[in-house]
């Protein structure tokens, strides 16, 4: 396939954070070509809502792809230990949480890039933050920089100069407050979307997992209801 400098790979979970870079990407000029990975999540609903998103937005081609990563285990979001909840932002922000999937993001960049190699597109876009999510290693800057590093060796396109890949995460600074405000810009459905690391078995959230907590609060600064569904 002949690049096009348009197409960009845009990592799509349907939460807040992806949902909005999708926006971002296609604010920029670029078509974007969503991926969704079934990772063995301990909730369908999140896979539901990046459908949502990727319908809300039109995006022409968009592939869920299956890869369990339950057997590895290591994990509150794909073993049998207890999601955190009612933790305050210093508890947070305090090491790396049991919520980290080992090496999630070095291995859905790793197919994101895959599939940009096979339709010659050279640009990939990721929801990762270093503000909220201080403690993930896969989410700072220095790990993004390192992964185009091996993009460049690892690829045959890097390897025979036929362009640079580059990963883009526009959000890996910006506080939440200022990543809702920067979505709404750009018209992103906040309803559409799904953070809850815990929720119940209709897919409502807890409203006290951090990644529930951080949302919640981010709105409630900002002055706005959240639109998302919360257990009572």
């Not at 305050?88 to 960049?109: H, M």
């Not at 906040?190 to 409203?207: F, I, K, N, Q, W």
Request: proline share 6%; aromatic share 8%; hydrophobic share 40%.
């Amino acid at each position: 396939m002949s690049h096009d400098p348009s197409r960009a790979i845009v990592l799509l979970s349907g939460g807040l954070d992806s949902s909005t870079v999708l926006a971002e990407c296609l604010d920029r000029g670029f078509t974007p070509y969503a991926l969704t990975v079934h990772y063995g999540q301990r909730h369908h609903v999140e896979i539901e809502a990046a459908r949502r998103v990727a319908r809300a937005f039109r995006v022409a081609n968009h592939i869920e792809l299956p890869l369990d990563l339950r057997p590895f285990g290591g994990s509150a979001l794909t073993d049998r230990i207890e999601v955190p909840k009612d933790r305050n932002e210093a508890e947070i922000a305090e090491g790396i949480p049991i919520t980290y999937v080992p090496a999630r993001n070095t291995v859905f960049l790793s197919l994101a890039l895959a599939w940009a190699e096979a339709i010659a597109a050279f640009d990939i876009f990721i929801g990762v933050n270093c503000v909220d999510y201080s403690g993930y290693p896969d989410c700072r800057p220095e790990f993004l920089t390192a992964f185009e590093s091996l993009a460049r060796v690892a690829t045959r396109a890097g390897v025979e100069h036929e362009g640079r890949f580059r990963i883009h995460a526009p959000l890996i600074t910006m506080t939440k407050e200022q990543i809702i405000r920067r979505g709404l810009d750009l018209g992103v459905d906040y309803g559409l979307t799904h953070s809850c690391y815990d929720p119940d078995e209709r897919g409502v959230a807890c409203g006290r997992c951090d990644s529930c907590r951080l949302r919640r609060d981010a709105f409630a600064r900002l002055g706005l209801s959240d639109p998302a569904p919360y257990q009572s």
